[in-house]
């Protein structure tokens, strides 16, 4: 791999730099906190939500059952 000039590195860097200023000039870039929100008022996000709440919340049941430890009777 041949090695670059001084000239042909600063080129190069100085492309990055406007890819990155035109980035931020076009206003938040693009990440996972552009969704937030995205569903909020969405009945069938709603009803998708409250489907997933049940089935942890079964889960969540079977688990205890599972690992709960049986009552000694004082007697």
């Known amino acids: 791999m041949a090695q670059l000039s001084l000239e042909e590195r600063v080129a190069a860097l100085e492309q990055q730099i406007a890819e990155l200023r ?9 990440d996972w906190r552009r969704t937030i929100g995205m569903f909020t008022d969405d009945p069938d996000m709603q009803e998708l939500f409250k489907d997933a709440m049940k ?6 049941t079977r688990a205890r059952r599972r690992y709960a430890k049986p009552r000694q009777s004082k007697a």
């Open 55 to 60: 089935i942890r919340e079964a889960d969540r």
């Open 22 to 30: 035109a980035a931020v000039a076009n206003g938040r870039p693009k």
